[in-house]
């Protein structure tokens, strides 16, 4: 027993308190300011408090050192132990004994620190929990900060008992309309009776000479000419994803109980973060693109709400107005800027150094989007965004889901 002054650290606490050592990296004395609050925290504060919101157990930061201090130690005896055993001359094994000595306990217990400083050893590795199988390919094209705070780990839907839903298990979709009764796209693509989406992206853009520019997506959804042959869209029961939304006024639950309900969906995001053939410079335009259609002349609304936990963190409201092309209303938000809090933290994402940390931090991230009718406030669209990070050397991809209520 290693003498552990808080007492025992569940499961579940020391997983949250392994998440915040990644989404946390050492910073001595220095304070970290958290933009929506205004307040400044050490990273043992900001590590007790992201242990809280997530299981709802209290730890101190005085306990959070405990902890770090103890499980420095435990670390460089197996460091020292490992070393020794290693097949080195005397001189290296001295000059990594130094190394590990000049280290402070946060940075010993530090993924990182770990990985450019110690001898690998071999760690549990924390398996984030999935609630979506692995990407369909959709669409494969080219290739918004968050914190994790606010409530704790999604759980099963039957009972107290913290479990992970392992997947959303998909309804099963409705008879096919006769060719006549919708518009082809209806069903088949994000749209309701009035208002449908056409392009959706995030991206970076730097400019490489007074002529030329280069564009990275961090996400997508192109335009699609949809057949009366293709499948309809699979569902999601909503009220699956209701805490990952707000709730007050104006939230997901409330917005679905209006109706109508043909205009909600979901959109799960493999995002591509990998945009290391373009250097993030100063002066690099991070910006969000949309596009809708209608057959119906208005003045359309978008509310653009980042969300943490759950709980709203900022929110963007845009309006945009019609032009009549081809026969059909179109509403375009071109190159509209990214938030300060969203270009953080994408730069916090990408510096994260394993991909399951990052797809930890994006299981408690999502971006609800609703267009209205400026006049009549009737929804005309609600999108649910969610993410994880992509694998694939196609870069971003998404899939669609329509929202039910059985």
Same mark, same amino acid.
């Given at each position: 027993?290693?003498?552990?002054?808080?007492?025992v650290?569940?499961?579940?606490?020391?997983?949250?308190f392994?998440?915040?050592?990644?989404?946390?990296?050492?910073?001595?004395?220095?304070?970290?300011?958290?933009?929506?609050?205004?307040?400044?925290?050490?990273?043992n504060?900001?590590?007790?408090?992201?242990i809280?919101?997530?299981?709802?157990?209290?730890?101190?930061?005085?306990?959070?050192?405990?902890?770090?201090?103890?499980?420095?130690?435990?670390?460089?005896?197996e460091?020292?132990?490992?070393? #020794?055993?290693m097949?080195?001359?005397?001189?290296?094994?001295?000059?990594a004994?130094?190394?590990?000595?000049?280290?402070?306990?946060?940075?010993?217990?530090?993924?990182?620190?770990?990985?450019?400083?110690?001898?690998?050893?071999?760690?549990?590795?924390?398996?984030?929990t999935?609630?979506?199988?692995?990407?369909?390919p959709?669409?494969?094209?080219?290739s %918004?900060?968050?914190?994790?705070?606010?409530?704790?780990?999604?759980?099963?839907?039957?009972?107290?008992?913290?479990?992970?839903?392992?997947?959303y298990e998909?309804?099963?979709?409705?008879?096919?309309?006769?060719a006549t009764a919708?518009p082809?796209?209806?069903?088949?693509?994000i749209a309701?009776?009035?208002?449908?989406?056409?392009?959706?992206?995030?991206?970076?853009?730097?400019?490489?000479d007074p002529?030329?520019?280069?564009k990275?997506?961090?996400?997508?959804?192109?335009?699609?000419?949809?057949?009366?042959?293709?499948?309809?869209?699979?569902a999601?029961?909503?009220? %699956?994803?209701?805490?990952?939304?707000?709730? #007050? #006024?104006?939230?997901?639950?409330e917005?679905?109980?209006?109706?109508? %309900?043909?205009?909600?969906?979901?959109?799960?995001f493999?995002?591509?973060?990998?945009?290391s053939?373009?250097?993030?410079?100063p002066?690099?335009?991070?910006?969000?693109?949309?596009?809708?259609?209608?057959m119906?002349?208005?003045?359309?609304?978008?509310?653009?709400?980042?969300?943490?936990?759950? #709980?709203?963190?900022?929110?963007?409201?845009?309006?945009?107005?019609?032009?009549?092309?081809?026969?059909?209303y179109?509403?375009?938000?071109?190159?509209?800027?990214?938030?300060?809090?969203?270009?953080?933290?994408?730069?916090?994402?990408?510096?994260?150094?394993?991909?399951?940390?990052m797809?930890?931090?994006?299981?408690?991230?999502?971006?609800?989007?609703v267009?209205t009718?400026?006049?009549t406030?009737?929804?005309?669209?609600?999108?649910?965004?969610?993410?994880?990070?992509?694998?694939?050397?196609?870069g971003?991809?998404?899939?669609?889901y329509?929202?039910?209520k059985?």
């Open positions: 027993m290693d003498g552990d002054a808080e007492g650290w569940s499961p579940d606490i020391e997983q949250s392994q998440e915040a050592l990644a989404i946390y990296p050492p910073c001595g004395r220095r304070k970290i300011i958290l933009s929506d609050e205004g307040k400044m925290y050490g990273r504060e900001l590590i007790a408090r992201y809280k919101l997530r299981t709802g157990k209290t730890r101190t930061r005085k306990q959070v050192s405990s902890h770090i201090q103890v499980l420095a130690r435990k670390k460089v005896r460091y020292q132990a490992g070393i #020794k055993a097949n080195l001359d005397q001189a290296s094994k001295d000059k004994l130094q190394n590990m000595a000049a280290l402070s306990s946060a940075q010993i217990v530090s993924p990182s620190m770990i990985k450019n400083h110690l001898p690998p050893l071999s760690p549990a590795p924390y398996q984030p999935r609630f979506w199988p692995a990407p369909i959709v669409q494969p094209g080219p %918004q900060d968050i914190k994790p705070f606010v409530q704790p780990p999604y759980s099963a839907l039957s009972g107290p008992v913290q479990q992970p839903i392992p997947a998909p309804l099963a979709p409705p008879p096919p309309p006769s919708v082809v796209w209806q069903d088949r693509t309701s009776s009035k208002l449908r989406m056409l392009e959706y992206s995030a991206f970076m853009e730097v400019q490489r002529d030329n520019y280069s990275h997506l961090f996400v997508h959804i192109g335009q699609t000419n949809p057949s009366y042959s293709d499948p309809l869209l699979e999601v029961e909503v009220r %699956q994803i209701y805490d990952k939304f707000p709730e #007050k #006024k104006g939230g997901l639950k917005l679905y109980e209006k109706g109508p %309900q043909n205009a909600f969906f979901l959109v799960k493999w995002a591509d973060l990998n945009s053939g373009m250097l993030d410079v002066g690099s335009f991070y910006g969000v693109s949309s596009q809708y259609s209608s119906e002349n208005m003045t359309i609304t978008v509310s653009t709400k980042v969300c943490s936990f759950g #709980k709203q963190v900022v929110e963007k409201v845009e309006t945009e107005y019609a032009r009549l092309e081809g026969g059909k179109v509403y375009r938000i071109h190159r509209s800027p990214m938030c300060e809090y969203m270009i953080n933290f994408i730069h916090k994402l990408k510096h994260l150094p394993e991909k399951y940390m797809n930890s931090v994006l299981e408690n991230f999502t971006i609800l989007q267009v009718n400026r006049d406030q009737e929804t005309l669209l609600c999108i649910a965004f969610v993410f994880e990070v992509s694998n694939s050397e196609h971003a991809q998404y899939h669609v329509r929202l039910v059985d």
